[in-house]
């Protein structure tokens, strides 16, 4: 189970340009995005079967900042190689 999210996380990375192809190898950064995907995915499915009172909704949110600082780390990265 844990491959098929992984593999959808990495999908998900790939799709918003993030991935292999950065100019500078990234794998830790890289892998750091999939895994926020990935905890992203598996909150919003636990909120579906269970109200998690509004907490489900605040981590997604915070979840969502991470993602898009991470994203900017790589995209800083990729500009400043050295």
Known sequence: MHQHLF???FAAALAVGV??????EQPHTQAALQYLESAKHEILIADQDHNH????GEATRLIDEAI???RKAIVYRDEHPN
């Open 7 to 9: 593999a959808g996380a």
């Open 19 to 24: 991935g292999p192809a950065s100019a500078v």
């Open 53 to 56: 009172g509004g907490h489900a």
């Open 68 to 70: 898009q600082e991470v």
